[in-house]
């Protein structure tokens, strides 16, 4: 897909603020620093439009981006290592369930686990919460260039057995650092815009 135009629309903490209309939304969830921020960054080709950190917990809120006027990645806070209080955590968790249960433009989401690890709790118990709620799920599975190639469907079948991976959910091996999988994204996300 070709990217003319991305915009940083807000980050919002409450229904209210969520941007009006009807385009198509695309949530990214996973724990923290498991690389949904480069995974936007390198589908969009720009380098640092998605702030990054080596530093869990940068993403607090939801962050909306109109890629070309015709859809959004939303950039969920991740979960897992974030080192913030156990109130933050509830409000976060509270924030973000409710915008996956409630949110009519919320097409499907993108979990990102790390290639190289089994998935872990907290990515199952997401994996579970989408499918409770009927949500369409797009399973990134990141940093593919840190693992020799040969090793990557064997990597792969672990993350969809640990996953209890269903067969309408589809798991693309993506590297943000060499482009690998971002075709395939592309063209899973063209079905649901």
Do not use: C
């Not at 198509?24 to 923290?32: I, Q, V």
């Not at 995974?39 to 998605?50: C, E």
């Not at 990645?73 to 290592?81: A, K, L, Q, S, T």
């Not at 091996?173 to 063209?187: C, L, R």
Request: aromatic share 10%.
């Amino acid at each position: 897909m070709k990217i003319t135009n991305v915009e940083m629309v807000i980050s919002a903490v409450k229904q209210e603020q969520y941007p009006a209309g009807q385009l198509p939304e695309f949530a990214l969830a996973g724990r923290s620093n498991v690389g949904k921020s480069s995974f936007i960054n390198k589908m969009i080709n720009r380098k640092n439009f998605a702030r990054t950190s080596s530093k869990p917990g940068k993403t607090q809120t939801l962050n909306f981006y109109r890629i070309n006027d015709a859809f959004y990645f939303v950039d969920v806070p991740g979960y897992g290592f974030a080192k913030v209080s156990k109130t933050e955590r509830e409000a976060w968790g509270k924030m973000i369930e409710t915008y996956f249960t409630t949110r009519e433009q919320l097409k499907a989401a993108l979990l990102i686990v790390d290639l190289r690890h089994p998935p872990t709790k907290d990515d199952v118990m997401m994996y579970e919460f989408l499918k409770h709620y009927n949500i369409p799920t797009l399973v990134i599975a990141t940093k593919a260039d840190k693992i020799p190639r040969g090793k990557w469907q064997q990597h792969a079948k672990v993350a969809k057995e640990t996953l209890r991976l269903i067969s309408d959910d589809e798991l693309i091996i993506f590297s943000a650092e060499t482009g690998q999988g971002k075709d395939e994204a592309w063209g899973a996300l063209q079905k649901w815009m």
